[in-house]
């Protein structure tokens, strides 16, 4: 029974490494820009090993280091990167149904490596998912964001200044790729999507609100109308 258990795991975490190893691949030049921004923030080494190491989250991570050189309060800052995030305790809800194979020890550890990536491989993954399927599809993205972070701090002098720019770029062209898919499949979030860019410029341009807590008020207005909307039907 042992070596059924031990043969079966080990085939789960080969399967985790070879599905989420294109991913971790995809996060290498985004990785690389975010060590370069970090590095030209101020921010030292092990401040940039730890964002990563700790947080885990790309977009949050740009964001909130151009909060931090705006000079936004610590608070304004966490809030913004906690409303950008809420979305992953959505996607692990919604995951929950096809983990009946999961430790529930291991949930805290597999919600801590879920990312938009790792939440697309699981939910089109069609058999129950196990530990350590669900801990490899996350780790491996993880190592390689971590690492290649630490690598774009540590060769921000080296790389030139055009291949410098094409890598920030790769941020852009991520969010365009994880955009259209759901575009493509859903109006309303088109809809809401232009609603919070329209109160967001509104925000901005009145400059009513300090840098930072004008994102957290678009997210808050725009998600508030966006739900009175879909609830009464309008879109």
Do not use: C, H
Request: hydrophobic share 55%; charged share 15%.
């Amino acid at each position: 029974m042992n070596r059924v258990r031990e043969k079966n795991t080990t085939k789960d975490i080969k399967k985790g490494i070879a599905i989420s190893l294109p991913v971790g691949i995809g996060y290498i030049s985004i990785a690389i820009a975010f060590g370069l921004l970090a590095r030209n923030s101020g921010l030292t080494l092990l401040d940039t090993f730890l964002f990563s190491a700790m947080v885990f989250a790309g977009a949050s991570q740009f964001m909130a280091i151009e909060l931090i050189v705006a000079g936004v309060p610590t608070l304004g800052i966490a809030i913004s990167v906690f409303l950008i995030n809420l979305r992953l305790l959505v996607m692990a809800t919604s995951l929950g149904v096809k983990m009946e194979r999961v430790n529930k020890k291991s949930i805290p550890l597999i919600g801590f490596l879920l990312t938009d990536e790792s939440f697309s491989v699981l939910s089109f993954t069609k058999d129950k998912i196990s530990t350590a399927y669900a801990i490899f599809v996350g780790l491996i993205p993880y190592l390689f964001w971590v690492g290649f972070t630490v690598i774009g701090y540590l060769v921000g002098d080296i790389l030139p200044e055009k291949l410098k720019m094409s890598l920030e770029i790769g941020l852009t062209a991520m969010f365009i790729a994880l955009l259209i898919p759901s575009v493509k499949r859903n109006l309303k979030g088109i809809v809401v999507s232009l609603i919070a860019a329209f109160i967001y410029i509104i925000i901005f341009y009145l400059n009513i609100l300090p840098t930072g807590w004008d994102i957290v008020v678009g997210i808050l207005l725009s998600t508030l109308i966006g739900y009175i909307l879909i609830r009464k039907g309008t879109i």
